[in-house]
């Protein structure tokens, strides 16, 4: 028997930063992470390419992501 192993989707929130491919936006999330040697806490920042059906969402706007099966080469995720 093959167990599969169910996890939980991640769910990240973010800035929309572009929406001029068709129902794909980009999505910018920040986060915060404490330096390992001198312990000052850092702003990380990463793009992610989210599938947003029909364009609904414009630059500015936030947004919350939700990770799913992969729909093209670099989008992974969904928005809520």
């Known amino acids: 028997m093959n167990k599969e192993k169910i996890t939980k989707p991640k769910i990240l929130s973010g800035t929309v ?9 980009v999505v910018s999330v ?11 806490f850092i702003k990380r920042r990463k793009k992610f390419k989210a599938h947003d059906l029909g364009n ?12 799913s099966r ?11």
């Open 17 to 25: 930063v572009s929406n001029k491919m068709k129902d794909t936006i």
């Open 30 to 40: 920040e986060r915060y992470e404490k330096h390992i040697k001198y312990g000052k």
């Open 56 to 67: 609904t969402k414009s630059v500015g706007e936030k947004v919350d992501i939700v990770e």
């Open 70 to 80: 992969p729909i093209s080469k670099d989008k992974h995720f969904i928005v809520i």
